[in-house]
């Protein structure tokens, strides 16, 4: 009987501790990520992220100045005017 009494005492605390906290989490959120996860390490260029090509880019904007020009409101509403 006493085992049992035991085991229950024992689950007792177990549950009435806590594991982590606030400030756990957010101390390993600020912690620095290792070296083998990092997205972004040193020595890396940026900005060569290109998914479209030049002359797409422009063949794009100049589809939405002509459909600005056949759609678009002649006069301009009262929001866009207050610049």
């Not at 549950?15 to 020595?43: F, Q, T, Y």
């Not at 100049?62 to 009262?78: H, K, M």
Request: aromatic fraction near 2%.
């Amino acid at each position: 009987m006493s085992v049992a009494i035991e085991k229950q005492e024992a689950s007792s605390d177990q549950r009435s501790r806590r594991s982590g906290g606030r400030e756990a989490r957010r101390a390993m959120r600020a912690a620095p990520l290792a070296d083998d996860i990092r997205p972004v390490r040193a020595g890396l260029e940026g900005g060569s992220y290109g998914p479209l090509s030049q002359n797409d880019q422009e063949r794009i904007h100049e589809a939405v100045l002509t459909l600005l020009e056949t759609v678009a409101s002649p006069t301009p509403f009262p929001p866009a005017s207050r610049r």
